[in-house]
C-alpha cells in the first residue's frame, strides 16, 4: 500500500528534469534583464527621506527602497495594465468608477484593487461602474500596499492573470493601489504604465514636494479641482510645480464631481490602448 | 496490559447487520446493546478495568462487511492515567468498511488525566462505496488538572486513497500546545470525520468549530471549548441519525 | 550547498507573496487569543511544532524526491483539511513558483502546488539540501507571522526579533527532525495538525474585510 520508501536514495536533490516549453505567460521574464532598462524608466532612489506613512500605519521595513526588484513586463498579446495610485481620500476608486463609465463599453475592461475591499465597494462599482462582480479582484495586502504593487507584486500578477484566464482576452486591466504615500510607485513587472491621483484639498504644495509618484507617474491626476476655490489652492502653482518636476511627462486637472467619465484621463488611455494594436 | 477486541458486521441477508465476531478482554469488553433497529447493530464499548495505563497496549480491530450497518459507542469517558513509569500506553483502533457497508464511531471523550503519556493510533479504510462518521474527542485533564500527554495519530483512506491524516498532540512535551495557533487554552477539543453518504453542510459551526470540506470525497468538522459541552454541542447535531436511534438499553453479553 | 542562497530563499524580501499572509495569525487576534508578545509566542510555538514541522518535512521531501511532487501534494493536501488553507498554501506555492522561476531552472511542476512543495522545487533547482529545504520552510513559518504580527498589533519589532531569536534552536531543531524524516513514504511523513489555525482559517475566510489573504 505504501509507496517504496526513499532510505536508499542519498540525500541530495535528483537533478531537475528538462523543461517542456512554457506558455508565454509561465515563463521567467529574465529576457529583460533589469541591466537593460532605459535609466528614465528606473523609480527614484528617494526612500527613505522621502518617506510618509499614513496615520494608521505601523512599523514595517522596506525592501530594497527604491529598487524594483521585478524585470519589466514582456512583450505580449494582453491586456494593457494601468497603475492607479495616490494617497488616501485622493479619488482612486472615483477615478476608477469613472473610467469603467466611460471605457466599458468599448474596452474590455476588468480591475484589481488593491484597497480594502468590501462588498459595498463591489456594490458601488456596480451601482456607478457598470462593472460585474466577475471582472473585479480584491487582493489583500497584508497593511503594506505599497509593497504588494511594488516590492512582491506575486498576487497582483496572479489576480490579473486569473481574470484574463476566467474573462477571456481583455483590452485594459486597471490596478488600483491601496491608498498610501507620495513614495508609492508601481513596479514595472506589474503595469506598462501608472496614473498618479492627489487632489488640491492635499495642498497645493504636493507637485512641489515631488515623490516618486508624482515626479515618474506616466499620468499625473490633480483631482477635485472643484475644491479649489474652498480650500485656498492656487491651480496654477500646482501646474507650474507639477511641470518643473516631470518635465515631459503630462499632468491633468480634473474635478470627478462635475466630470463623471474622467475624460480626459479616458482619451489618455484610448490613445495608450489604440498605439498598441 | 495487553488486550485485544474484535468485531465483525456483516449483513444478515433480510436488511440487517448481524455480528459475526464480537470478543473482547479487559479493559476493552464489547457489548451489543439496543435491539436492531433499521438494520443498524450497536456495539458498546465497556470499560474493564481503569486506564489505560502506561505500559498497557490495546488493539481494537472493527470491520464492516458490504451493506451492514455498524455503530459503536462506549458508556463512559475514557480516563488515560499515569500509571508506573513505563513506555507510553498505545490503544490501537483499526477499521474497514466495505462498499455499501456503514460505520458509525461515536465515544465517549478520552480524558488525559495529568502524569499520562498515551497514544491512540486510528487506521481507517473505507472502501469506495462505504460511509463513515467517525468522532474523536479528547478532553485535556481532569477538572482543574493539567492535561497528560495524548498523542492521536490518524489516518483515513478512502477507496485506497490517503483522505484523512492527522496527529494531535497535547500535553507535556508538545510545544506550543496550549498556545493560539493549538487549542489556545481550551481543554476540549472534537473532531468528526465524515466520509461517504450523508455529508454535514460545510461552515461555521460556533465561535471556535468549523465543518470542512476535504481535499477529497469527505468532510472534517473541529470543535475547540473551554470544555467538553461546547465541543458537544458543536458536533453533538452532526451526528444524529437520520431516525431516532433508540433509547441505551444495555443487554447481558 | 550555498549559504548566500539558502539566505535568498529564506529572506522574507524574497517576492513570493508571504507579506500578504499572515499564517493563520489575524484571525486568532481578532479572536483575542494573540494580544502581545506572549501571546505570540505560544502562537509562534505551536505553529513550529504542528505546520511547521510538516512544512519543513514536505520541502525537504520535495527537495529530495523531485519525481514525487504528485504524490507529495497529495500528502499535504490529506494533511490540510481546511479549503482555506488549502487555497492559501497553493497561492504561495504559486506566487513562490513565480519568484523561482526568475531564479533557477524549475522542473516542470504543477502551477499551484502547495507551498511546502514549491519550496521543495526550489531548493532543489537552487541546489540546496534537503536540510536546507527543512530550514527555510520553518523559519518562514515563524517570520511571517511574527511580521504580521508587528504589523497587525503594532508590537516593537525588537521585542518580536527576540523572541524570533529565542525560537531560532527550536526552528533548527524541527527541520533536522523534518529532514532525517523526508525520506518516509507520504503516509509515514509528519502530520501534527492544529485545530485553531484551521477553525480560525475558515472564520477569517468569511470575513468582509481582511488585511492579510490567510
Not at chain 1, 497645493?204 to 485656498?232: C, F, Q, S, Y
Not at chain 2, 433480510?14 to 455480528?19: D, E, I, Q, V
Not at chain 3, 523534518?178 to 482559517?201: F, K, N, Q, W, Y
Request: contains cysteine.
Amino acid at each position: 500500500m505504501h509507496p517504496e520508501p526513499q532510505h536508499s536514495e542519498p540525500p541530495r536533490p535528483e537533478p531537475p528534469r528538462p523543461e517542456p516549453p512554457r506558455p508565454e505567460a509561465q515563463r521567467p521574464e529574465a529576457q529583460h534583464p533589469e541591466a537593460q532598462r532605459p535609466e528614465a524608466q528606473r523609480p527614484e532612489a528617494q526612500h527613505p527621506e522621502a518617506h510618509e506613512h499614513g496615520p494608521d500605519e505601523v512599523p514595517h521595513t522596506h525592501p530594497e527602497a527604491g529598487v524594483d526588484p521585478h524585470t519589466p513586463l514582456g512583450e505580449g498579446p494582453r491586456a494593457l495594465r494601468i497603475g492607479i495610485g495616490g494617497p488616501v481620500g485622493s479619488g482612486k476608486t472615483a477615478l476608477v468608477a469613472a473610467l469603467c463609465r466611460a471605457l466599458g463599453g468599448e474596452l474590455r475592461l476588468a480591475v484589481v484593487t488593491n484597497d480594502i475591499y468590501t462588498t459595498e465597494d463591489a456594490d458601488f462599482l456596480l451601482r456607478n461602474g457598470v462593472l460585474p462582480a466577475e471582472r473585479v479582484r480584491a487582493v489583500e495586502t497584508g497593511c503594506c500596499p505599497h509593497t504588494a504593487i511594488r516590492d512582491d507584486i506575486s498576487a497582483n500578477l496572479d489576480a490579473v492573470e486569473d481574470l484574463e484566464a476566467t474573462l477571456g482576452p481583455l483590452d485594459l486591466v486597471l490596478v488600483e493601489s491601496g491608498g498610501d504615500n507620495l513614495t508609492a510607485t508601481f513596479s514595472k513587472g506589474l503595469i506598462d504604465q501608472q496614473i498618479f491621483v492627489v487632489d488640491v484639498a492635499g495642498g497645493d504644495k504636493v507637485p512641489r514636494k515631488g515623490g516618486p509618484g508624482v515626479t515618474t507617474a506616466d499620468l499625473l491626476v490633480i483631482n477635485k479641482t472643484d475644491l479649489a476655490p474652498l480650500v485656498g489652492a492656487d491651480l496654477s502653482v500646482m501646474d507650474r510645480d507639477a511641470k518643473a518636476r516631470r518635465h515631459e511627462l503630462p499632468t491633468v486637472f480634473l474635478s470627478l464631481a462635475e466630470d463623471r467619465r474622467a475624460t480626459p484621463v479616458a482619451d489618455w488611455i484610448r490613445g495608450l490602448v489604440a498605439a498598441r494594436v | 496490559m495487553r488486550a485485544e477486541a474484535r468485531v465483525v458486521a456483516e449483513a444478515d441477508g433480510r436488511g440487517g447487520t448481524r455480528l459475526a465476531v464480537l470478543r473482547g478482554e479487559s479493559p476493552l469488553l464489547l457489548r451489543r446493546t439496543g435491539p436492531l433497529v433499521d438494520g443498524w447493530v450497536t456495539v458498546h464499548l465497556v470499560g474493564g478495568a481503569a486506564g489505560p495505563l502506561r505500559g498497557d497496549e490495546l488493539r481494537l480491530d472493527i470491520e464492516v462487511g458490504p451493506g451492514a450497518r455498524l455503530e459503536m459507542l462506549s458508556v463512559a469517558a475514557s480516563l488515560a492515567l499515569p500509571g508506573r513509569p513505563a513506555p507510553p500506553s498505545v490503544l490501537t483502533v483499526t477499521a474497514s468498511v466495505a462498499t455499501g457497508g456503514v460505520l458509525r464511531w461515536l465515544p465517549e471523550p478520552l480524558i488525559a488525566a495529568a502524569g499520562c503519556d498515551h497514544v491512540v493510533v486510528t487506521r481507517v479504510d473505507v472502501a469506495d462505496g462505504g460511509s463513515l462518521l467517525w468522532r474523536d474527542d479528547l478532553v485535556c485533564g481532569r477538572h482543574e488538572e493539567t492535561s497528560g500527554a495524548v498523542l492521536a495519530d490518524t489516518m483515513i483512506r478512502y477507496a485506497g486513497v490517503t483522505l484523512y491524516r492527522h496527529e494531535l498532540a497535547v500535553g507535556p512535551g508538545a510545544p506550543g500546545w496550549d498556545g493560539a495557533a493549538v487549542l489556545g487554552g481550551g481543554r476540549a477539543v472534537g473532531t468528526l470525520v465524515a466520509v461517504g453518504a450523508d455529508l454535514p453542510r460545510p461552515g461555521i459551526a460556533g465561535p471556535d468549530a468549523a465543518v470542512m470540506p476535504l481535499a477529497g470525497p469527505g468532510m472534517l468538522a473541529t470543535a475547540v471549548g473551554d470544555d467538553i459541552r461546547a465541543v458537544a454541542a458543536a458536533l453533538g447535531p452532526l451526528c444524529r441519525r437520520s431516525r431516532p436511534v433508540p433509547l441505551l438499553t444495555p443487554a447481558s453479553g | 550547498m550555498s549559504l548566500a542562497t539558502l539566505l535568498l530563499l529564506a529572506d522574507g524580501r524574497l517576492p513570493s507573496g508571504g507579506h500578504a499572509h499572515s499564517g493563520g495569525l489575524e484571525p486568532q487576534i481578532a479572536a483575542g487569543r494573540v494580544r502581545d508578545v506572549d501571546g505570540l509566542a505560544g502562537f509562534l510555538r505551536g505553529k513550529l511544532a504542528t505546520s511547521g514541522l510538516v512544512s519543513a518535512a514536505f520541502a525537504a521531501a520535495a527537495c529530495r524526491r523531485t519525481r514525487q511532487w504528485v504524490d507529495l501534494d497529495g500528502g499535504l493536501d490529506a494533511r490540510t483539511p481546511s479549503p482555506a488553507l488549502r487555497k492559501a498554501s497553493r497561492a504561495q506555492g504559486r506566487a513562490l513558483l513565480r519568484a523561482g522561476r526568475a531564479m533557477w531552472p524549475i522542473a516542470p511542476i504543477a502551477r499551484d502546488p502547495h507551498q511546502p512543495i514549491a519550496l521543495g522545487a526550489l531548493a532543489a533547482a537552487a541546489g540546496l539540501t534537503p536540510a536546507e529545504a527543512a530550514v527555510a520552510a520553518a523559519h518562514s513559518m515563524i517570520t511571517g507571522s511574527a511580521s504580521a504580527a508587528v504589523r497587525l498589533l503594532g508590537l516593537d519589532p525588537y521585542a518580536v526579533h527576540a523572541l524570533l531569536a529565542r525560537l531560532a534552536p527550536e526552528c533548527d531543531r524541527i527541520a533536522a527532525v523534518a529532514a532525517e524524516r523526508s525520506g518516509d513514504p507520504v503516509d509515514d511523513l509528519p502530520a501534527v495538525g492544529a485545530p485553531l489555525l484551521d477553525i480560525g482559517a475558515e472564520h477569517h475566510a468569511t470575513w468582509e474585510v481582511r488585511l492579510f489573504a490567510s
